[in-house]
């Protein structure tokens, strides 16, 4: 299987369900085709021409850039010829309605991580794609659980310009090949192992982290002398895509908790098309992504831009960064009578 194209690995989809199956193929094409004419762009940056950034802000509030606007019109064009009928935008404040009558809705994040524009560090385009049984309602298909997902991925404009991709039967990545303008299959399967002894968090934000955020953190900083008894390492992208992108390679785990500051109570990140796609892939790959407690994909969104913390990764240290929130003090390893083994601890 290694090898195969995205054309042939879609069409073994199509074959699974004439209608929907058919439809959601259709969409990932078109998706694909169009991130590797806007990878061609942001490869040339300067040398294709200044796209000016329009100084204004999203329906999310946050600083919009030339690209963000030019990416989601890209998209939103290439997919008013396809099966989706409804198209809901970070960018925009409402879905688009393309063609009511049309079987999936779909969720994206155009450029995710523009802030690292400048820097040269990679960057992407998330999808959350759905059905839709929208009727009078067009934001009624990105209020449901994550678990309706049909399919999920994104596209990394990064050293090789890749697609990671679900359609609800593990997790796949696909790397481009400029030579032949196709997308090659490179792992047909990705497993995130359970245990890692890395994680990704922004520690700029520890004055204002809640507690279970900072005992979880310093326990780590402890290593192999503290109560984790192991050495850890942290990573800090600032790009959602290379984040995810890292654990599926490699394992490891992303915290970006709500905090105190104002606006970031429920984190900053996406329920609806950033955290229900990521988490898709995380889960199909064997790992978890929760909101620190409860899993992404349980959660139902009540606002379209609505914000939530989240969490993902190797299972096992998902698990226990709920538990610092959940029950600190009954951490085994935290506590100094029963740190290790005894007659009292199984």
């Avoid at 409860?294 to 240290?317: K, M, W, Y």
């Avoid at 610092?324 to 009954?330: A, G, I, K, L």
Wanted: aromatic letters at 8%; proline letters at 5%.
């Amino acid at each position: 299987m290694i090898g195969t194209t995205l054309d042939d690995w879609l069409d073994r989809h199509r074959a699974t369900d004439a209608a929907q199956g058919a439809a959601v193929a259709d969409t990932i094409a078109i998706l694909a085709r169009t991130g590797a004419g806007l990878a061609a762009t942001i490869a040339a940056g300067p040398l294709g021409g200044t796209v000016a950034d329009p100084g204004a802000v999203n329906a999310g509030g946050d600083a919009q850039r030339g690209l963000d606007l030019l990416a989601d019109d890209r998209f939103l064009t290439a997919l008013s010829r396809s099966p989706v009928g409804l198209y809901a935008s970070e960018e925009l404040a409402q879905p688009v309605v393309i063609d009511a009558a049309r079987p999936l809705a779909l969720a994206i994040d155009p450029l995710d991580g523009s802030s690292n524009i400048d820097t040269n560090v990679s960057i992407g385009t998330i999808f959350s794609v759905r059905a839709n049984d929208a009727g009078a309602d067009p934001l009624a298909p990105f209020l449901r659980s994550g678990r309706e997902q049909l399919a999920a991925g994104f596209l990394i404009y990064g050293p090789q310009l890749a697609l990671v991709l679900s359609l609800g039967e593990g997790t796949q990545i696909f790397i481009h090949d400029p030579a032949e303008g196709a997308f090659r299959l490179i792992n047909e399967r990705s497993a995130i192992p359970p245990k890692t002894r890395e994680f990704a968090i922004n520690a700029s934000n520890y004055r204002h982290w809640h507690e279970a955020v900072r005992l979880y953190f310093d326990d780590c900083l402890k290593g192999g002398h503290g109560p984790r008894e192991d050495e850890f390492n942290m990573r800090w992208v600032a790009s959602l895509v290379a984040e995810t992108y890292r654990i599926l390679a490699r394992g490891g785990t992303f915290l970006y908790p709500g905090d105190r500051r104002r606006g970031y109570a429920k984190g900053r990140l996406r329920l609806v098309y950033e955290a229900q796609p990521i988490a898709m892939l995380i889960e199909q790959a064997g790992g978890l992504a929760t909101d620190t407690i409860e899993p992404i994909l349980d959660l139902c969104a009540t606002e379209l831009h609505q914000r939530v913390p989240l969490v993902f990764g190797s299972a096992n240290e998902v698990r226990r960064i709920g538990r610092y929130h959940t029950r600190p003090s009954d951490m085994s390893d935290r506590a100094p009578l029963f740190a290790k083994r005894t007659l009292f601890q199984a």
